[in-house]
């Protein structure tokens, strides 16, 4: 299983960036997606996250600004992301748990994608 995230790059404060993540492989079907961010010198933090059924959570710094979705038939979660802030500014990484098919039976898993930039410049 692969995650391949895209659309990261340099905005304006108050602009807006949407990013995207799609898995790839042999999967049964993903249950939750996540979007996390990591600043220099941070910890990897949690940005949203998404169940199946399109249930959602936020972090509080980013309500109300950011809006995370899923494509269940593409296994493909989006991160709109709007009123950015230079506070936003960080490697973004999308989280997936998915099951996926054994040769013994099933398996649930948790993969990541590479990372894509954010930039923010007040």
């Known amino acids: 299983v692969q995650l391949q995230a895209s659309g990261g790059g340099l905005v304006q404060a108050g602009g807006s960036v949407r990013l995207s993540c799609a898995a790839s492989?042999?999967?049964?079907?993903?249950?939750?997606m996540a979007w996390y961010r990591q600043a220099p010198g941070k910890q990897r933090e949690l940005v949203a996250e998404i169940t199946s059924g399109h249930s959602t959570k936020y972090a509080d710094s980013v309500r109300g600004r950011f809006t995370i979705s899923r494509d269940n038939a593409k296994n493909t979660v989006y991160l709109q992301m709007n009123s950015l802030r230079p506070e936003d500014t960080a490697v973004y990484y999308c989280n997936a748990e998915v099951k996926t098919l054994m040769g013994w039976g099933t398996s649930v898993n948790p993969y990541w994608g590479q990372g894509t930039q954010v930039t923010v410049s007040s």
């Open positions: 492989g042999t999967i049964i079907n993903i249950n939750e």
